[in-house]
């Protein structure tokens, strides 16, 4: 059984198109996928009617929230929701407000490249995403290679759009701690993403993975291309502590990053139980 929960389509920042995240999913023997494009839920139609006979769909999305990261600041976190309602009322509202700021931000990321003389243009830019679709940092590193600055998106990132990097700003404020209390309300399951992924930005400490899952926080991402021997190690040991789900996952973004789907892997029980606690929506069979 080859299962992998984290995954984006066109309907965020990956670059396969739902349908087509599916058929690569057929294609690398995976048994059961979660699409979980950032912000949004506008890819699970498309998604769900390209199923195969016997693959699994499992509905999510990726939330970027702001967490206290338990050495007296704030960093960014990542929330994968799974097999919430679509349609909770708090859901809509919260998802349309991030898309929109994303927009905004992009823009003003955009505005500021431009300023330096660098040939991007912020209206052109947010005119190719879709109105549906959630606009992030790939975008603009796509125009960035497109324009000849940089030969890939990850040379982008390194140069220009990381969390370190000289053209960062953030892209939502939403308290992680709410963010669970709304999943939890819309009837479905949350679990923390790449939460020791260091090279991308500062990271929060077990601590506060243990005040998350004190409010609600239903498991932890271990199996992450960006989490080291030692990540790993350390989330493991702090999932059995506090009796956390567990999940592996590539993150796969197309040809956006070198990642494979299914280059990490969840454990069929592990799915099992986020679909026993999930009353949102059910996993859906092709
Ligand atoms: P944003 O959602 O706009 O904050 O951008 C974050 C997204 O950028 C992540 O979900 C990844 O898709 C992508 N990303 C972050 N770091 C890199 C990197 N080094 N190379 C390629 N893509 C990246
Ligand atoms: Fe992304
Ligand atoms: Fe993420
Ligand atoms: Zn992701």
């Not at 912020?122 to 600055?149: F, I, K, N, Q, W």
């Not at 030692?230 to 493991?236: G, M, N, P, V």
């Amino acid at each position: 059984m080859r299962i992998d929960l984290h995954t984006h389509s066109t309907a965020s920042d990956g670059t396969d198109s739902p349908a087509g995240l599916v058929a690569a999913a057929a294609v690398a023997g995976l048994d059961a996928l979660a699409i979980t494009d950032h912000d949004t839920t506008a890819g699970w139609e498309e998604a769900r009617a390209a199923l195969p006979p016997g693959m699994r769909l499992v509905r999510g999305a990726e939330l970027s929230c702001v967490s206290p990261d338990g050495r007296g600041g704030h960093c960014t976190v990542h929330l994968l929701a799974y097999l919430f309602d679509p349609e909770a009322e708090a859901v809509v509202r919260e998802y349309a407000r991030a898309r929109a700021e994303r927009r905004g931000r992009l823009a003003r990321i955009a505005d500021l490249m431009a300023a330096d003389g660098f040939p991007v243009d912020a209206e052109s830019l947010l005119a190719a995403v879709p109105e549906e679709a959630t606009a992030g940092r790939p975008h603009l590193a796509m125009a960035l290679m497109r324009a000849g600055v940089v030969s890939s998106v990850d040379e982008a990132f390194a140069r220009f759009l990381s969390d370190r990097g000289r053209y960062y700003l953030p892209s939502s404020r939403t308290p992680v701690e709410s963010s669970i209390e709304m999943i939890r309300r819309a009837g479905g399951v949350t679990v923390l993403a790449h939460a020791f992924a260091a090279h991308r930005g500062p990271t929060v400490t077990g601590e506060v993975i243990k005040d998350l899952a004190g409010v609600g926080l239903a498991g932890v991402e271990v199996n992450h291309p960006d989490h080291d021997e030692d990540a790993r190690k350390r989330l493991r040991r702090l999932a059995d502590e506090l009796d956390l789900i567990t999940t592996g996952s590539s993150d796969y973004h197309g040809t956006n990053k070198v990642i494979a789907l299914g280059q990490e892997t969840t454990a069929p029980e592990m799915l099992d139980e986020i679909a026993r606690r999930a009353t949102g929506v059910p996993v859906v069979e092709g």
